[in-house]
Nanobody, 123 residues
Framework: QVQLVESGGGLVQAGGSLRLSCAAS????????MAWFRQAPGKERELVVY????????SYTDSVKGRFTISRDNAKKTVYLQMNSLKPEDTAVYYC????????????????WGQGTQVTVSS
């Protein structure tokens, strides 16, 4: 089993940038497809982006395309989310998630989750 720990959240002004990191331990990281989800107050958890085991396949939700970039370093067992041009509507708790073998678009498809990191974008 893999354990996931996010870091890098915080408070930033609109237009600013943050980089989230998700460090994995306890498993063979390269076997897991990874994703970032987010959940804003009063809203359902939504997929932001996923990345395949090799990193060769990614898929972004429309609202972050061109602003966010996911990457992974299998040697470091870490997945990253670079967030640029942040908007107040990006404010949410961001969760790292992992699934053995393949990526998916639904939260139910991911068996491993981090504790979440708060991202707050002020206007």
């Amino acid at each position: 089993q893999v354990q996931l720990v996010e870091s890098g959240g915080g408070l930033v002004q609109a237009g600013g940038s943050l980089r989230l990191s998700c460090a994995a331990s306890g498993g063979t990281f390269s076997l897991y497809a990874m994703a970032w989800f987010r959940q804003a107050p009063g809203k359902e958890r939504e997929l932001v982006v996923y990345i395949s085991r090799s990193g060769g396949d990614t898929s972004y939700t429309d609202s972050v395309k061109g602003r966010f970039t996911i990457s992974r370093d299998n040697a470091k067992k870490t997945v990253y989310l670079q967030m640029n041009s942040l908007k107040p509507e990006d404010t949410a708790v961001y969760y790292c998630a992992g699934n053995l073998w393949r990526a998916g678009v639904r939260s139910q498809e991911y068996g491993y989750w981090g504790q979440g990191t708060q991202v707050t974008v002020s206007s």
